[in-house]
């Protein structure tokens, strides 16, 4: 026999359901502006029917509804694009990293200006061309002396402009390992709280929100890969779980899990190994060979893209590899060669008094720190070796050289037309071309990649907002459905009403 009450609660719970859907509108327009929110939605689920499956079961015609109540309120996201936008950011956050880098190794070049070093030794062997044709008078001999400071200078003020941004970017290393181990650390306490909240059968989905929020962020440092470990108890079938992220490597294998269900409570850098304490494990070359991400040493070869690879590979690592140690190790190769072969070309002549020329550069003994070290050795003008020494000593009372001879100057600007084994065979000018033109090319791949990437992110996450942003016209669609609902589900407990009080107050009144 149905009850005679069967109405009121199935409206009741008409009311009730439609009611939480509204707090749960008003939740979302309330965070229609909350970076990292996800839009939340009432699960409307039939309760059981009446009645159940029974041998004592009323004979009515059919099971009757009873109503509708809310099975669960979920966050509205696609986890593919999710794993898109990820995949894609730690891509923009390589290519981010090394155009800025490689930018700002092109703006101490200068190639562009009347300062870079091409530029510079382009006046230098000028100077040396119009000293030839006067060799007899100071004026162009002064020149060329301080035309020859310029090419030192330049080439000190160029390898220690690129030290000191090579060490900024050991602290850029620092603070981003530091970040990345904030990001684990904060992702692992909210592991925690997920964990301690879903084995009760709820689904916690703001701290969801902060969790995904955290994880976009360490996308762009690392290449990661997120795995969902259930939490137990009596979770919800669609309950998220605690993430266990695992670093990916180059070669597409897992290189170790980065954030587990149970981290160490204290993650830090390995004082034993990090000399300067920021978080860069160093080696005695001054290169990147591990950092310490959650406590453990993990090898610079083992990562993929990501912010602080693209650091890392320009920074330097390993054997001196990276874009500022192959572009240091060149600086040395170019000035040791360029100051080698012109101090030998400079002693095959003679000065303006008669005397050997002598070494004209100094300070590049060795390939190793020669652009830092390099200098002008002679002090006079006269000591330069413009004239050919001549094949027998003069016989007195002979000046003991023509004051008038240039052409060992002439033969000294022709040094950067030589072909010098110690540059793989090419010139002066031809290896310096090469060095600029590849940096140049790989600085402008790494900005078009930067920008590709850029573009092709702005899409994935414009797809992601558009299914979990809020949509204020949505909500408000939502609300004023809900809301006749509600209203609806109120006015059927009212009929219902007005039929009990018929029942109660109308009946075995018959003849009154």
Known sequence: MRSTFHGLETAKRGMFTQQSALYTTGHNISNANTPGYTRQRINFQTTLPYPGIGMNRPQIPGQMGTGVEAGSVQRVRDSFLDLQFRGQNQTLGYYEAKASSLSQMEGILNEFSTDGISKVMGQFWQSLQDLSGNPENRGPRTVVLERGKAVADTFHYVYNSLTTIKKDLANEIGVSVTEVNSLLKQISEINKQIGEIEPHGYLPNDLYDQRDVLVDQLSKYVNIKVEKVPSGGNASPIAEGQYNIKLIGADGTEQGDLVVEDIPSVIGMDPATDSDGDGVLDTPTGNVTNVTLNGAQISVSDFSKGKLKGIIETFGYGADQGAYPEMLKKLDKMAYEFATEFNKQHGLGVDFNGVDGKPFFDGVTSEAGAAANIFVAITDP???AAATKPSSPPVPPAPPVDQGDGSNA??????????????????????????IGRLGVETQEAKRQAANSGILLQSIEGNRQ???SVSLDEEFTD??????AYNAAARNITTVDEMLDKVINGMGRVGL
Not at 410 to 434: C, R, W
Not at 479 to 484: A, D, I, N
Request: proline share 3%; net charge positive; no cysteine.
């Open 382 to 384: 006269n000591e330069i």
């Open 410 to 435: 002439l033969a000294l600007s022709k040094v950067k037309e030589k072909p010098l084994a110690g540059l793989g065979s090419a010139t002066i000018d031809s290896f310096y071309q090469g060095m």
């Open 466 to 468: 558009s299914i979990s």
């Open 479 to 484: 609300m004023v459905r809900f809301q006749h």
